[in-house]
């Protein structure tokens, strides 16, 4: 598989959580640090992904925004 995003994260799917159209998926990367994304119920049931699966996060992104307290 190619992609071009450049951002490729390797990580472990920690847990997914359903709704009705759309599924939270959060995984650990390998440093230890959680990220979560929000994709497609049917994507999760149609690459059957599992709480354990290997994945890549892959990240392409437009813009950052950086916040202060």
Not at 5 to 33: F, H, K, P, W, Y
Not at 36 to 43: C, G, H, Q
């Amino acid at each position: 598989m190619q992609v071009s995003g450049r951002n490729q994260l390797e990580a472990e799917v920690v847990s997914i959580t359903l709704g009705d159209v759309m599924a939270e998926v959060l995984m650990r990367l390998d440093g230890g640090q959680e990220l979560v994304a929000a994709i497609t119920r049917s994507s999760v049931e149609r690459m059957n992904i599992q709480p354990g699966d290997r994945v890549f996060a892959l990240v392409k992104a437009t813009e950052v925004m950086v916040g202060k307290p």
